[in-house]
T-cell receptor, first 113, second 112 residues
């Protein structure tokens, strides 16, 4: 089946630093990738839709200058959390669409001290 | 606005017993509906999906779901649960541009 990887699986950083999370589709090309945020014991919140070669579309309330998304190739999308603060601590999940289905990465746990 | 409701935050079931997880959707003449399972340390895995056709959908791991338009429901069922089924289950509805609207999730706890 289609496999999506995320790197790193977890990261701890100091407040004010930037963190980059990579999302890769390993065995298929994904025109569209999605970034989600999941709070403890809550559902996934769609942050943005990323299309290869174009600017990401952000959901209402998501700061595009804080959560920079780059989708430079059909197999790689990156999410950079800029000037991270403790309230950005969360579980970030990416997915890649292939056909009529989305395939999910295992997630990245971000902890900002 | 579209919304997906999973009324049960958590459900406890004895191993070997049957299971039904509820899901209601709010929008769409022909909704695209999904059930995903999330286990600790693993990515979300698709259990099954409904786009059209037979309203009883078979999925992986022995799960099935039935689409009932009159009730706006897409409940997930399994006749006999195993301890390995303990996980978080999410119902989702597809909208344009392949985006998904997610329910809040139901945590399944299995009693030995």
């Amino acid at each position: 089946g289609a496999v999506v990887s995320q790197h790193p699986s977890w990261v701890i950083c100091k407040s004010g630093t930037s963190v980059k999370i990579e999302c890769r589709s390993l065995d298929f090309q994904a025109t569209t990738m999605f970034w989600y945020r999941q709070f403890p014991k809550q559902s996934l919140m769609l942050m943005a839709t990323s299309n290869e070669g174009s600017k990401a579309t952000y959901e209402q309330g998501v700061e595009k200058d804080k959560f920079l998304i780059n989708h430079a190739s059909l197999t790689l999308s990156t999410l950079t959390v800029t000037s991270a603060h403790p309230e950005d601590s969360s579980f970030y999940i990416c997915s890649a669409s292939w056909g009529d289905e989305q395939f999910f990465g295992p997630g990245t746990r971000l902890t900002v001290l | 606005a579209q919304s997906v409701t999973q009324p049960d935050i958590h459900i406890t079931v004895s191993e070997g017993a049957s299971l039904e997880l509820r899901c209601n959707y709010s929008y769409g003449a022909t909704p695209y509906l999904f059930w995903y399972v999330q286990s600790p340390g693993q990515g979300l895995q698709l259990l099954l999906k409904y786009f059209s056709g037979d309203t009883l959908v078979q999925g992986i791991k022995g799960f099935e779901a039935e689409f009932k338009r009159s009730q706006s429901s897409f409940n997930l069922r399994k006749p006999s649960v195993h301890w390995s089924d303990a996980a978080e289950y999410f119902c989702a509805q597809g909208r344009s541009n392949y985006q998904l609207i997610w329910g809040a999730g139901t945590k399944l706890i299995i009693k030995p």
